[in-house]
């Protein structure tokens, strides 16, 4: 199964009266940026963006995390460009940092090791704390316990479609969990034990796999039951692994992203742009999820992202007509952008993701091939699109 239409629709194509739609209620929902004062300048471009394309018609309050205090002129700033309420708030170490069960000596050597092996933000401490604290605490912060809904912003993101409905609305209205708007293969050495862990999560809580799991598995297992036994030559995983691990990073000799006879295919969604529900990231499943993940190790003797954390959570825990595409939303962050199909394109996105609105008809080579190159098909979904 995959994403299509037959499980997610877009919301609305093309322009609606976004007056007109803000007359309506607003949902319980904030925009929600973890940043650094230096970060002042990039964080300006997003909220531009933001309130440019969308909330200046809606003003959805903001909420900014740090790990630091946030000084004098970054708040000035900052409330100067919102046009909705804005918080301030402080992660407590329990949010940030090593845990006490972690062996800080082996934790940092397995970072220091990162660096050596060139693994893209490997090195960096402060970057594993981020992925960590994206992960599994965000959702716990205080300041975000009133919301239901977020969204998130990073620094130096950019939209390039005027957004005229209340995408928050529209998800509660359709019952969805989750929603993402580019989808890209992570890269293999920064998790090569993460399937090993969510597929022995999935194992030890007697998941079976819905349909989302599925896009997260090489196209030669896609559809494919599982072996009733593990395949001869690999070994189980025993299950004490899960406790006896603590940021040990006892990496071993087995396939780790072959699990059970799947195999990841590095697919997630990429993180920086959510619309989510809090509640699913605060249910206990999706922290059991959590947990079992960052007792292996991985957030510190790998360099596992959140984005593929909550990629495989979802894949475990939701349903594909739990998730929204949002190929109507243009977003770039860096290097990667979605640009919706009726905006002048200049640039194929980059996102192996699948959007076949072919469900009912002959497949041809060239739905394979817009399954396999995110591309919306649809004319007119994007709103004055400028990529
Ligand atoms: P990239 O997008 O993967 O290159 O990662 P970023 O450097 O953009 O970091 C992701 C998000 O976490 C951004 O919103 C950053 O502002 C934020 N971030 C990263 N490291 C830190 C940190 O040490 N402290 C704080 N407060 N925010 C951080
Ligand atoms: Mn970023």
């Known amino acids: 199964r995959r994403i299509s239409e037959k499980h997610d629709r877009v919301f609305h194509s093309g322009c609606l009266d976004p007056d007109r739609e803000a007359k309506g209620p607003r949902a319980n929902a904030a925009f929600v940026v973890l940043a650094r004062n230096k ?42 460009y919102t046009s909705g309420p804005v918080e301030f708030g402080k992660l407590d170490p329990s949010m940030w940092g090593y845990p006490d069960w972690v062996d800080k000596e082996v934790a940092r050597e397995g970072i220091r090791k990162q660096g050596d092996a060139a693994i893209m933000y490997g090195e960096m401490e402060s970057y594993h704390h981020m992925c960590r604290f994206y992960s599994g605490f965000f959702y716990k912060h205080p300041l975000l316990a009133k919301y239901k809904w977020y969204w998130r912003v990073e620094p130096e993101i950019k939209y390039f479609c005027d957004i005229t409905y209340d995408p928050f609305i529209e998800m509660e209205r359709h019952n969805k969990t989750y929603g993402f708007t580019i989808a890209i293969k992570e890269l293999r050495e920064t998790v090569p034990n993460i399937f090993r862990y969510a597929s022995a999560y999935k194992r030890t809580n007697n998941i079976t796999a819905t349909g989302l799991w599925n896009m997260f598995l090489e196209k030669k297992d896609n559809h494919k039951s599982l072996p009733k036994s593990l395949p001869k030559g690999k070994k189980p ?151």
Request: a negative charge; one cysteine or more.
């Open 39 to 80: 970060e002042l300048d990039g964080v300006i471009e997003s909220i531009r963006s933001v309130e440019r394309h969308f909330n200046r018609w809606f003003h959805y309050p903001f909420v900014f995390l740090n790990d630091g205090d946030f000084n004098s002129t970054f708040k000035e700033v900052i409330r100067n």
């Open 237 to 387: 995983l025993p299950e004490e692994i899960l406790n006896t691990e603590r940021g040990k990073g006892n990496l071993d000799e087995i396939d780790p992203n072959s699990m059970e006879g799947e195999s990841y295919n590095m697919c997630h969604f990429w993180s920086n742009f959510e619309i989510a529900r809090l509640d699913w990231f605060r249910s206990k499943e999706y922290n059991d999820f959590f947990e079992t993940m960052d007792r292996s190790g991985g957030f510190w003797m790998e360099r596992w992202g959140d984005a593929p954390i909550h990629s495989l959570a979802a894949g475990a825990l939701l349903d594909t007509k739990d998730l929204h595409y949002f190929r109507d939303f243009g977003y770039r962050h860096t290097t990667i952008q979605h640009c919706p199909a009726n905006a002048p394109s200049r640039q194929l996105p980059r996102s192996p993701f699948l959007e076949p609105q072919i469900d009912e008809r002959k497949r041809t080579d060239e739905d394979e091939y817009w399954e396999k190159w995110d591309r919306p098909k649809e004319n007119g979904v994007g709103c004055r699109c400028r990529c």
